[in-house]
Every structure is written in structure tokens, then in C-alpha cells.
């Protein structure tokens, strides 16, 4: 069975490297959306809270309910607003106001430049009365950067903005406000952090996406992914395999099918640019829907241990390599 091991001891470690940024541990909130960027919800849930973690940051209610037991709080990115003791919700647009569950907790999203979620930032005033004229009850104020990955000055442009937002919202006299905008890429710029929160997602799983390192900032991949053989043979020079006979055997060889394929997550690709896993076997022609040919006889291979490094074989990001894998590969904590 192809299986995902986590390693404990590098997310705690890269926890505490942002603990360093943020100068508290009360001040993460870990995102543990799309099960937990592939790395296993209730298992990230766990281990935050057993580093002290006490907020997190999901998809949705269903999310939240599997983490429920670990938190403080919990925020909620895209739902339906309902009441709910321990859970806040996104206000995303002027029209989530008016639909919302009265009494329920909510945080509101400002549009402060990415222009994907959020209200604009001529309607603040205006959702800050439907706020208080639906009975919600505001906790926290947000923006997301745009670019806090891209070298330049468009993150301090909306970090700016976001001080107008901050100032307007405490003018209309709601104090118990929590601020936040800083994701992986911010915090990890950030010389002064002075938000109430950060919401550190990538970082935390041990990847810094930014172009070339910043600070001198050691994350390391919190998970690692293997296959299991299923089966093996001896090919001929110049036999054909897998689908399409893709690949041609340039010599006499041993080859074993592992089971990892697209139908666990892991991308099909290019098979004329074969991943070349961490031990050096190229994948032998092309990836079946949950099989992959590679030339050894391992029981267990490591197919990936660092999902950035893996990605740019594929020219993506390591946010794509490890969402992608399947909820049902089993996880274990190592
Ligand atoms: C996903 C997400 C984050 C985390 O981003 P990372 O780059 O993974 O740290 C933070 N804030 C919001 C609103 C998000 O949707």
C-alpha cells in the first residue's frame, strides 16, 4: 500500500521557527484546509495542539467538526454562517452578511488588492452597519496579500491599506477585533509582527515558497510519501512497457510495479520527462491510473520527501504536490 509518513518532530520545529517570528505561540493559527494541505487533518489538528497551537483555520463547518476537539477557535473560509460556539465565519461578500445566522461569529474579509474574496474597501462602512444591524458578532478583521511571495513592494501597498481598514473598523468602535493578514510567505518576510494573528499554512508543512530565502529561515517537509511493490519481472531489451509500451528496455532489466498513480493523486505527466524519485529511479513509461514501473526490487521506495523539490520536476508548487494526494492513503506519524 502506498503510505504518507509525518514526520512530528519538522512540523514542530517549523512551528517553532515561526513562533520565533510571530515572538508567541498564541499568535499562529494553523491552516489546516483541504485536509490539511494532503498531509491529514485530524492528524495536523493533533499535532498543533500538542505544540500548544490553540487556533486553526479550515474550509468549511465539515472540517471544522473533525478538529473540533483540539482548538480555542476556529475559522471557517467559506461556509454558510450559522451560530456556533467555537467557530467563526469568513464574511466574504455584503451579501453573506444579510444571509448570516444571527449571533453567529464572524470575521470579515477586506479586499485590500487581490481582488479574488472579499469586500471592497468602499464598503466597509457599509458592512460594518449590517454587521451590527444582523446581531453578528464581529471577532476579527482580515486581508490576504497578493503577492507576499513576489519580491517587490505590492505587499506593502496592501499592508497599507489594511492599516486604513484597522483604524476605520476601531473608529466604528468595535475593540475586540482580531486583525490578521500574514500568510507562509508574509510572516516569513515580516521583521516586526505585530497582528494579533498569522495564518501559516505552507510554512508550517516545511516549504518556503519565496524565490530566494529572505532570512536565513530552515523549514524541513513534514511529509513523506511511499509505494509498496505489488509485483515484479524480468523485461528483455527492447520489451515495451505499461501503456502504450512507452517505455522501451534498453537492456536486460528488473522491474516491479509500486502502487502510487493518478488515482492516488500523484500527476500522470509528461511520461517522455519522467519523475525521477528520491532514489534516483526514473518512472519507466507511463503512470496507470494506480501504478507506477520503476527498476528495482525494494519492497518500499520513497517516492517524494520534499513536495517543492518534487514539484519542480513537474512545474508546479509544492502546495499542488501534497493537496493533491488522496485522503485515503494512510497517514502515520513517525
Ligand atoms: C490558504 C490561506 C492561507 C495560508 O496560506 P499559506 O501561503 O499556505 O501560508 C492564509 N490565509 C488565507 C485566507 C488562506 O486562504
Known sequence: MAFITINRQNFHHNLNQIALKTGSVDKIAIVLKDNAYGHGLKIMAGLSNEFGIKHAIV???????VVREFFETILILSDEIVKDDLCSFTINALSDIVKAEKGAKVELKVDTGMHRNGIALDELEEALILIERQGLNLVGVMTHFRSADVMGSELFWQQKQFETVKN?????GFINVRFHSHNSAAILRSRNFDEELVRVGIAAYGYNELPY?????????VMMLHASKVSTREVKKSQRLGYAGDFTALKNMTVSAYDLGYGDGWTRADSSKPYVTVEGLPILGRVSMDFILLESQKDEVIIMNNAKEAAKQFGTISYEMTTSLSSEIPRTVI
Do not use: I, T
Request: glycine content about 0%; hydrophobic content about 35%; proline content about 5%.
Open 59 to 65: 474550509k468549511n463547518l465539515k472540517e471544522a467538526e
Open 168 to 172: 476605520k473598523v476601531r473608529q466604528n
Open 213 to 221: 530565502p529572505f532570512d536565513d529561515f530552515s523549514l524541513k517537509a
